[in-house]
């Protein structure tokens, strides 16, 4: 077998579930919280979400406590603003939904 592949499976028994590698980094699930780990299985950071995606474009969609929006691969925010719903970026554009109404973001949060 070759060493990808162990080191593969080495990492499935490290985690409930684990992505494939996109951007560098895979998303995991372990005790219920999920975050991103490098190919080593080490976390990106330290924050623990509810739910999140692939990085796409340099940021990945995170959500927590009712709340999405987008970070960056150390896991800081890339905006302030949190919306009801958000999806990845494509072209640099996001689509967004609050309060019932759905537009576009940049990847720094701005509105289209």
């Known amino acids: 077998m070759e060493l990808q592949k162990l080191f593969r499976k080495e990492l499935e028994r490290m985690f409930d579930f684990i992505s494939s590698f996109n951007e560098g980094l ?3 699930i372990k005790d219920n919280k999920q ?3 490098y190919p080593n299985g080490q976390p990106a950071y330290k924050e623990r979400f509810d739910a999140v995606g692939s990085f796409i474009e340099g940021l990945a969609w995170v959500r927590k ?4 929006y987008h970070i960056h691969p150390n896991g800081q925010p890339a905006y302030k603003e949190r919306f009801d719903s958000v999806g ?3 072209e ?3 689509q967004v939904r609050k309060n019932g109404y ?3 973001i940049h990847p720094d949060g701005t509105r289209v």
């Open 35 to 37: 975050y991103h780990v």
């Open 65 to 68: 406590d009712g709340e999405e």
């Open 88 to 90: 990845s970026f494509y």
């Open 102 to 104: 759905h537009y576009q």
């Open 92 to 94: 640099g554009l996001a």
């Open 26 to 28: 895979a998303w995991v």
